[in-house]
């Protein structure tokens, strides 16, 4: 049974903190890593993809790979109280035509305080 | 910003009756997709779709699911005959293919709720 896993929380920081979200997974062959953000209610919305061990920065948000660790995280810096809201790891095994084949973690649910 | 359109929104139908949930993926998308998420659970895979023919599909979507390209435009998801368990909010979503793969980086529309009573 291949699974994401997260902590389901609540994360709670302060305005201008930076925080910090976990997952991992059990498939050795997955490939590529994504984060959604999802707010009560409403669909998932892309966040950042990564596909190679290391490091990758998009504005405030950086996401972290280590395969050999099978792990990977989110981490938001400066946070906003807007950023409030569910935070979804999903993974993709990539291989044999399983493409978008994502499997969700249940979600972080982070609380900015003001 | 081109986006993913799903309608209805919300539709409540009696248990047996079939629906038809539809969506309009980006228009340079090629792969679509149906996830769907029960009311406090994980977003789950049902269905991909490439080239007029499902490529994937999960345990989930067994016999009484069907998913169809009618036109150019329109993806849809037909549940033949509803049960209680079927009451979640189904997520249609595109994604882009480049020259060498499908990027993975899945866009959602905004969901359907249904409701079986």
């Known amino acids: 049974q291949k699974e994401v896993e997260q902590n389901s929380g609540p994360l709670s920081v302060p305005e201008g903190a930076i925080a910090s979200l976990n997952c991992t997974y059990s498939?050795?062959?997955?490939?590529?890593f994504f984060w959604y953000r999802q707010y009560s209610g409403k669909s998932p919305e892309l966040i950042m993809s990564?596909?190679?061990?290391g490091d990758k920065e998009d504005g405030r948000f950086t996401a972290q790979l280590n395969k050999a660790s099978q792990y990977v995280s989110l981490l938001i810096r400066d946070s906003q109280p807007s950023d409030s809201a569910t935070y979804l790891c999903?993974?993709?095994?990539?291989?044999?035509?399983?493409?978008?084949?994502?499997?969700f973690g249940k979600g972080t649910k982070l609380s900015v305080k003001p | 910003e081109p986006e993913v359109t799903q309608t209805p929104s919300h539709q409540v139908t009696q248990m047996g009756q079939e629906v038809i949930l539809r969506c309009v993926p980006i228009?340079?998308?090629?792969?679509f997709y149906w996830y769907r998420q029960i009311l406090g659970q994980k977003v789950e895979f049902l269905v991909s779709?490439?080239?007029?023919?499902?490529?994937?599909k999960s345990e989930i979507f067994d016999d009484q699911f069907s998913v169809e390209r009618p036109d150019g435009s329109n993806f849809t998801l037909k549940i033949r005959s509803t049960k209680l368990e079927d009451s979640a909010m189904y997520f249609c979503?595109?994604?882009?293919?480049?020259?060498?793969?499908?990027?993975?980086?899945?866009?959602f529309g905004e969901g359907s709720r249904l409701t079986v009573l």
């Open positions: 979503a595109s994604s882009e293919v480049t020259a060498t793969a499908n990027t993975g980086e899945l866009f």
């Open positions: 498939d050795r062959v997955s490939q590529s």
């Open positions: 990564i596909y190679s061990n």
């Open positions: 999903a993974v993709n095994l990539d291989y044999g035509g399983s493409q978008g084949n994502l499997i």
């Open positions: 228009s340079n998308h090629l792969y």
């Open positions: 779709f490439y080239n007029n023919e499902i490529s994937e």
